[in-house]
C-alpha cells in the first residue's frame, strides 16, 4: 500500500510565512505529478498547486507570487512555502500524489488525511 501524509499546518498571524510538507511512502516504483489542494469550511475543494515529476510548477491566481511549491525526488516529498499568508488562506491543505506502484500497472491517485493551516490576528 501507498500512504501519503501531510505535515507543518499550523495557527499563524497574517503575514507571516509557513512551510507545509507531504511525504508518499510504501510500495512505491515512482511518483509522477504532486499536488496541494485546500477546502475551507462550506467550500468545495480547489486547486492550489501542482508540480511535475520534471519540475514543472503552476499555481492558483489567488496564491501566484505568494505560494512556492517544490519537490525532493530523494524523499519521495513535496513542500509548499507559503508567505504573506491572509486570512482567506484559512483551510485544510491536502496532497495528492499520483504513483507508480512497485509490482501494479499503471499510475494510482493518493490524497493525503490534510493538514490544518489556520490564518488569525
Known amino acids: 500500500q501507498v500512504q501519503v501524509v501531510e505535515s507543518g499546518g499550523s495557527l499563524v498571524q497574517p503575514g507571516r510565512s509557513l512551510r507545509l510538507s507531504c511525504t508518499a511512502s510504501?510500495?512505491?516504483?515512482?511518483?509522477?505529478?504532486m499536488a496541494w489542494y485546500r477546502q475551507a469550511p462550506g467550500k468545495e475543494r480547489e486547486f492550489v498547486a501542482g508540480?511535475?515529476?520534471?519540475?514543472?510548477?503552476n499555481y492558483a491566481d489567488s496564491v501566484k507570487g505568494r505560494f512556492t511549491i517544490s519537490r525532493d525526488n530523494t524523499k519521495n516529498t513535496v513542500y509548499l512555502q507559503m508567505n504573506s499568508l491572509k486570512p482567506e488562506d484559512t483551510a485544510v491543505y491536502y496532497c495528492?500524489?499520483?504513483?507508480?506502484?512497485?509490482?501494479?500497472?499503471?499510475?494510482?491517485?493518493?490524497w493525503g488525511q490534510g493538514t490544518q493551516v489556520t490564518v488569525s490576528s
Open positions: 495528492k500524489a499520483v504513483v507508480r506502484v512497485a509490482g501494479m500497472m499503471g499510475s494510482y491517485q493518493y
Open positions: 510504501g510500495s512505491i516504483f515512482s511518483i509522477n505529478n
Open positions: 508540480i511535475t515529476s520534471g519540475g514543472g510548477t
